[in-house]
């Protein structure tokens, strides 16, 4: 009997990929250091060779960006995560810890279900790979449907460049006919050990309710404070690179700006003089109908558009140098049902304007509304200040004077080059951390004996410790257990 029902192909093409990952995963684990780091780096550079036909497939299925940004990203994604993580140890013993004698291994989590969005689709898929295999595991993609071919081409390339560095088949592969139910296999099979999830709220949310271990990116809604001490000129600049790069489909970029007062008038010339075009009351009207759908989710229609696109929808006209729409807007408007103050990716922004030292106020105000727990900027030169706004807003990244989108994945920044943010508790997610191989893998502790019974015993009663175990024993155990794992993956 053949199956011809999509649901029941995807289901069943889930299951025997799952079933390949896992047989690979296995003969894999057992790779050496080098050998990982030999396929990490053909991953990288296949990635390099063709993130230019890449990023132009992406922008032309999806329509989202623009594809010279999404060359960046492409190269980002690949090359400079695999530069940051060359040297990273993440195959057998990972360190020891002589006083304590104690030795932390590295474990590979298994299979691992990727969760591919459409805003970042062939990016995601090097960044992803790329921190799985590296942490010794197998990867199982789940293509967004709206970027499909480009996903599956970007999984090929992978996948390929991985097989031919010496890597089992089967390692990194993807489902070619995604579907919900397919999805909701890969999340719930019990092949799958993990689920590295980045999209929307909903997908996020079936991640972690599936019973699998989760980590899940919810969505962005940074805030970009331009504090009084600031240089004005240079803070809109790093913003509007910011806003425009890939045409805001980052989630780590700025969905508003807040002034002071002390400032404001500074900050609204350098806006207007850079590209910043101020919505009339009329037009911030027109425009709102297509931020947000009727269930109050994004509007796909906007996401990663051009602003002559937007203002075409909206049927207004800006100028020609136009860069990015900002709406005036108020602290008390800030909610659900404000469009203008939620996640957006695309380049239109809210404006605030607050009494000075009111920003950390608003900042969680938004982040609370959406977004809790991913993204901050600020702009100052007060170093106290900055200090205490980093204390008090509810960001798993304050980024200071530096691009929203291009400091919250570590491009700009010294943080973890990733493009799966974590979010914390307070949003939700498993981690905060910019996610690193480090997060794929688990730890085994070995820990040696240094004490007996009679030991702990005599020091509640106040007699002073005396190891039946010599240091002498205890340090020959250490190397042996250590020889024998060197020995192993070697």
Same mark, same amino acid.
């Given at each position: 009997?053949?199956?011809?029902?999509?649901?029941?192909?995807?289901?069943?093409?889930?299951?025997?990929?799952?079933?390949?990952?896992?047989?690979?995963?296995?003969?894999?684990?057992?790779?050496?250091?080098?050998?990982?780091?030999?396929?990490?780096?053909?991953?990288?550079?296949?990635?390099?060779?063709?993130?230019?036909?890449?990023?132009?497939?992406?922008?032309?299925?999806?329509?989202?960006?623009?594809?010279?940004?999404?060359?960046?990203?492409?190269?980002?994604?690949?090359?400079?995560?695999?530069?940051?993580?060359?040297?990273?140890?993440?195959?057998?013993?990972?360190?020891?810890?002589?006083?304590?004698? @104690?030795?932390?291994? $590295?474990?590979?989590? %298994?299979?691992? &279900? +990727? !969760? =591919?969005?459409?805003?970042?689709?062939?990016?995601?898929?090097?960044?992803?790979?790329?921190?799985?295999?590296?942490?010794?595991?197998?990867?199982?993609?789940?293509?967004?449907?709206?970027?499909?071919?480009?996903?599956?081409?970007?999984?090929?390339? @992978?996948?390929?460049? $991985?097989?031919?560095? %010496?890597?089992? &088949? +089967? !390692? =990194?592969?993807?489902?070619?006919?995604?579907t919900l139910e397919g999805t909701d296999e890969l999340m719930h099979n019990a092949e799958t050990k993990l689920i590295l999830a980045t999209g929307g709220t909903a997908m996020v949310h079936?991640?972690?309710?599936?019973?699998?271990?989760?980590?899940?990116?919810?969505?962005?809604? %940074?805030?970009?404070?331009?504090?009084?001490?600031?240089?004005?000129?240079?803070?809109?600049?790093?913003?509007?690179?910011?806003?425009?790069?890939?045409?805001?489909?980052?989630?780590?970029?700025?969905?508003?700006?807040?002034?002071?007062?002390?400032?404001?008038?500074?900050?609204?010339?350098?806006?207007?003089?850079?590209?910043?075009?101020?919505?009339?009351?009329?037009?911030?009207?027109?425009?709102?109908?297509?931020?947000?759908?009727?269930?109050?989710?994004?509007?796909?229609?906007?996401?990663?558009?051009?602003?002559?696109?937007?203002?075409?929808?909206?049927?207004?006209?800006?100028?020609?140098?136009?860069?990015?729409?900002?709406?005036?807007?108020?602290?008390?408007?800030?909610?659900?049902?404000?469009?203008?103050?939620?996640?957006?990716?695309?380049?239109?922004?809210?404006?605030?304007?607050?009494?000075?030292?009111?920003?950390?106020?608003?900042?969680?105000?938004?982040?609370?509304?959406?977004?809790?727990?991913?993204?901050?900027?600020?702009?100052?030169?007060?170093?106290?200040?900055?200090?205490?706004?980093?204390?008090?807003?509810?960001?798993?990244?304050?980024?200071?004077?530096?691009?929203?989108?291009?400091?919250g994945i570590g491009a700009t920044t010294g943080l973890n080059p990733a493009l799966t943010l974590g979010c914390g508790a307070i949003g939700g997610s498993a981690s905060s951390d910019n996610?690193?191989?480090?997060?794929?893998?688990?730890?085994?502790?070995?820990?040696?004996?240094?004490?007996?019974?009679?030991?702990?015993?005599?020091?509640?009663?106040?007699?002073?410790?005396?190891?039946?175990?010599?240091?002498?024993?205890?340090?020959?155990?250490?190397?042996?257990?250590?020889?024998?794992?060197?020995?192993?993956?070697?």
């Open positions: 009997m053949s199956l011809t029902d999509a649901d029941l192909l995807s289901i069943q093409e889930v299951r025997t990929l799952l079933h390949q990952a896992t047989k690979a995963q296995k003969i894999f684990s057992q790779f050496s250091q080098q050998k990982v780091n030999e396929i990490c780096q053909a991953i990288a550079d296949a990635g390099v060779a063709n993130a230019e036909r890449l990023a132009k497939m992406a922008q032309e299925e999806t329509g989202f960006g623009i594809w010279q940004d999404k060359v960046i990203k492409n190269k980002f994604a690949s090359k400079t995560v695999n530069d940051r993580y060359r040297d990273l140890k993440t195959i057998g013993i990972l360190g020891e810890d002589s006083e304590h004698k @104690t030795i932390d291994m $590295a474990v590979p989590v %298994g299979v691992i &279900a +990727g !969760l =591919i969005p459409s805003t970042n689709p062939t990016s995601s898929v090097f960044y992803k790979a790329l921190i799985a295999v590296k942490a010794g595991n197998a990867i199982v993609f789940s293509p967004h449907p709206n970027a499909k071919k480009c996903i599956l081409e970007a999984i090929r390339v @992978t996948s390929e460049a $991985a097989y031919q560095a %010496g890597a089992p &088949a +089967g !390692l =990194i592969s993807g489902m070619t006919a995604p079936a991640a972690y309710s599936s019973g699998t271990p989760a980590l899940g990116v919810g969505p962005g809604n %940074g805030s970009a404070y331009i504090e009084k001490s600031a240089d004005a000129s240079l803070a809109v600049k790093r913003i509007m690179d910011s806003e425009t790069f890939d045409n805001g489909t980052i989630c780590a970029s700025e969905q508003s700006v807040i002034v002071e007062d002390a400032n404001k008038e500074e900050v609204r010339r350098e806006l207007e003089k850079q590209g910043g075009y101020f919505l009339s009351d009329e037009e911030k009207e027109r425009v709102s109908h297509f931020i947000l759908r009727a269930d109050g989710t994004m509007n796909p229609q906007i996401v990663g558009k051009s602003v002559q696109v937007i203002a075409n929808l909206a049927k207004i006209e800006v100028p020609n140098e136009t860069r990015v729409l900002i709406a005036r807007d108020s602290a008390e408007n800030v909610g659900k049902n404000d469009p203008f103050s939620r996640e957006k990716l695309t380049p239109i922004m809210a404006y605030f304007e607050v009494k000075d030292m009111q920003a950390a106020d608003l900042t969680n105000k938004l982040l609370l509304n959406e977004g809790a727990g991913h993204t901050a900027i600020v702009h100052s030169e007060n170093h106290k200040l900055i200090c205490q706004y980093a204390a008090m807003v509810p960001a798993s990244r304050v980024l200071v004077n530096a691009p929203g989108a291009l400091g996610i690193s191989p480090l997060n794929l893998l688990n730890l085994k502790r070995v820990a040696i004996g240094v004490r007996e019974l009679e030991d702990i015993r005599g020091a509640a009663a106040g007699v002073a410790h005396t190891s039946a175990i010599s240091e002498n024993n205890q340090q020959q155990l250490v190397e042996e257990l250590v020889r024998q794992v060197l020995a192993k993956i070697q």
